[in-house]
């Protein structure tokens, strides 16, 4: 499965903007902010491409949170001795993606991408890395309990716990939807948020659901992707502040961003009444 890519380039894109504010602050002026080339790229094990996203940078100062697309540039996906042409989504502004079928991503793959825009060449290598193995859930029922005033719940009672191999120390993390077309919340106050929980990357073999973590009652689909470091990098980036400023960590040659690969395993659980 495929995170949606507008969640996850929202994730990413506040990151960057993050990072990109406090790396540039001291050093580079706002004019030549704007002719940096931004990459969001991101490669799934059997999902074709279509999340390739370029953007301006912010100018410093900026109310905006989006950044202005990118959308005349050259971008290619190379994988062995072959090169494919992405063309830009009518959609997304600033997506490029790649229309044909006779790009198969799988486990393994060492893929580089190269974008030419306004005479600047951007290049980036990244490696598709293994998909989770041993994925199980010890309860395919995630309990909520009732909300006593006085009582605490045992978090361990109303919780489940996903298990899978990591004998490498690998980084992953754990995307949670719930997909009932409409679910009922389970307190009046989760209505008013998204059902998807996004955790952080970590080196572990186990991630414990509590049903805290839950804001809507159903079926839920539960996906642990496998990431590699750069994706590593640009999350733990989002730490430094004005009193600690270092370079944007990127895996970008003449530009700024990350381009990365994912690939992932999913389970289903169902959350109900205590």
């Not at 990350?258 to 959350?271: G, N, R």
Request: proline fraction near 5%; glycine fraction near 4%.
């Amino acid at each position: 499965m495929m995170m949606n890519k507008t969640n996850l380039n929202k994730i990413v894109s506040l990151l960057l903007i993050i990072i990109i504010s406090f790396g540039c602050e001291e050093n580079i002026s706002t004019e030549i902010n704007k002719d940096i080339v931004v990459v969001q790229g991101f490669i799934y094990a059997d999902q074709p491409v279509t999340d390739i996203s370029l953007t301006e940078v912010l100018p410093l100062g900026s109310q905006d949170t989006l950044a202005p697309p990118i959308i005349n540039a050259e971008v290619y996906i190379s994988k062995e001795n072959d090169k494919y042409l992405l063309i830009p989504d009518e959609v997304s502004e600033g997506f490029y993606y790649y229309p044909g079928d006779d790009l198969l991503i799988s486990s393994g793959d060492e893929l580089s991408l190269e974008v030419n825009v306004n005479n600047q060449k951007i290049f980036s290598e990244t490696i598709v890395p293994p998909k989770p193995t041993n994925l199980e859930l010890d309860s395919d029922t995630l309990l909520v309990p009732e909300f006593v005033m006085g009582r605490p719940p045992d978090l361990e009672y109303y919780s489940i716990t996903l298990t899978w191999d990591n004998f490498d120390n690998s980084y992953y993390y754990v995307v949670i939807d719930n997909i009932e077309d409409d679910a009922e919340p389970i307190e009046a106050i989760s209505g008013k948020f998204a059902s998807r929980f996004v955790s952080k990357p970590s080196i572990s073999n186990e991630y414990r659901v509590s049903f805290r973590t839950a804001t809507h009652y159903g079926k839920h689909l539960m996906i642990l992707y496998r990431v590699n470091q750069e994706y590593v990098d640009l999350y733990e980036s989002r730490d430094q502040d004005s009193r600690n400023l270092n370079e944007p960590l990127t895996n970008i040659e003449n530009g700024l961003g990350v381009f990365s690969a994912f690939a992932s395993d999913s389970v289903y659980f169902y959350a109900v009444k205590e």
